[in-house]
């Protein structure tokens, strides 16, 4: 039988990660102090490398740097106007046909 799945919270990664990049020890012991495998230890490690602060979100969450939340709003704007201009479109097609 495999082991369940253990969540671990976004404060127990960052520390395990600090821990892991200040600490003399290697990785494969550090990970088995902790309990967690060696590859989450590698995973979370280099999530934070990328990452940093908005690394670790948590269930499907995304942390988002300004730029990110910009953009994303923008999309969406952009897909409502696009959206009402398609409407305007149809309705013009519509009204604009001569009735027989």
């Known amino acids: 039988m495999s082991k369940p799945k253990i969540k671990r919270d ?3 990664k960052r ?3 600090e821990l892991s ?3 003399d020890k290697n990785c494969k012991d550090i990970a088995e102090d902790l309990g967690v495998s060696y590859n989450a230890l590698i995973r979370w490690r280099k999530e934070y ?3 940093g602060n908005l690394a670790f979100p948590g269930n ?3 942390n988002l740097s300004p730029e990110e939340q910009e953009i994303i709003k923008l999309k969406k704007e952009l897909k409502i106007a696009k959206e009402e201009r398609d409407i ?4 013009v097609s519509i009204f604009s ?3 027989q």
């Open 21 to 23: 990049l200040k600490s």
């Open 97 to 99: 046909k001569k009735p």
């Open 88 to 91: 305007l479109k149809k309705a």
């Open 60 to 62: 499907g969450k995304q």
């Open 10 to 12: 976004e404060q127990f």
């Open 15 to 17: 520390d395990a990660v």
């Open 49 to 51: 490398r990328d990452k």
